[in-house]
């Protein structure tokens, strides 16, 4: 029996012997407190190696969400490849059904799309599902010069980036949770998903600019004009910021995934500075 049967038997036979914890402790000195049962082991997985994108085209993060068909259990399924640095979307099909076979094609098309030698040094990351890892996939990566990168089994967090734009996808106001009536009209929307996004969406996460704007490079003299402004408006009317400093349109030049806790510490230590400052 395990402690938490046996202290309670023993209650109930007129004796107490110790708790629980003491039970659990000297197992543990004795080394007899060890994994038991026909189910496998718990097992601890490394968090995945922590990249860092100076610019786009470094690190690529994709996924697999699905959208709902014409009736309840039908579905179809979207493959969407986000760049890390720029959040713009590099790649994106529409499928009845996962496949490594076309997820290994998007991702040639996508390297097409983007003029990527297999001499530039590129990080693709996504979850630990089957055409994320199959063979036709992992082939295709080594072909082309691609380092894969896999999140932990079971934990989202590893790849954060994509599964925040399918959050953004799935909140737009036009978007049909009762489903597609076929994979035609599943595609025709998500065209339209993909055109909004990258060219009429300002991203919080990039300065609130468009992702195809960063994407092709033009973030600096965007963000270079809005601190132009700001400063013209805040000489016109300094009663209005009363002496603090205007809007923080600096560009941001390093965008990490799975970032180990010192670049986090940092990062929380100097947010807290700035927000003292202002």
């Known amino acids: ?26 197992l543990r000195e004795k080394k007899m407190q060890n994994h038991r049962g026909r189910y496998q082991k718990p097992r ?7 990249y860092c994108a100076t610019a ?6 994709w996924d697999i969400t699905y959208l709902n068909g014409p009736v309840k259990g039908l579905f179809y399924y979207l493959y969407l490849i986000v760049d890390l640095f720029s959040r713009d979307i590099v790649g994106w099909e529409v499928w009845e059904e996962e496949s490594a076979f076309h997820a290994s094609e998007l991702i040639r098309r996508a390297c097409l799309a983007q003029g990527r030698l297999t001499t530039q040094p590129l990080v693709l990351h996504s979850d630990n599902g089957s055409p994320m890892k199959g063979a036709t996939m992992l082939e295709t990566l080594y072909a082309l010069g691609i380092t894969p990168s896999n999140s932990r089994p079971r934990v989202s967090n590893d790849n954060p980036y994509s599964e925040s734009i399918f959050k953004t996808l799935k909140y737009r106001p036009n978007y049909q949770p009762k489903g597609f009536e076929n994979i035609d009209k599943a595609r025709r929307w998500c065209k339209r998903f993909v055109q909004w996004y990258r060219y009429e969406h300002h ?3 990039i300065k609130f600019l468009k992702p195809a704007e960063r994407h092709s490079g033009k973030s600096a003299e965007i963000l270079a004009n809005r601190t132009e402004v700001y400063q013209a408006a805040r000489l016109a009317h300094p009663e209005r910021w009363n002496g ?7 560009d941001i030049n390093e965008v ?23």
């Not at 786009?56 to 993060?61: D, G, L, P």
């Not at 603090?244 to 600096?250: F, M």
């Not at 990490?256 to 202002?278: C, F, R």
């Open 56 to 61: 786009s085209n470094q690190v690529w993060t």
């Open 256 to 278: 990490y995934l799975n970032p180990d806790k010192t670049y986090e510490e940092t990062e929380k230590l100097s947010l807290m500075q700035s927000e003292k400052v202002s």
């Open 244 to 250: 603090r400093a205007t809007r923080d349109w600096n």
């Open 1 to 26: 029996m395990p402690p938490c049967e046996i202290v309670p038997t023993l209650a109930d036979e007129g004796t107490y012997i110790a708790s629980e914890s003491t039970f659990y402790r000297i």
């Open 44 to 50: 601890k997985y490394a968090k995945p190696t922590s």
């Open 203 to 205: 991203h919080s996460g």
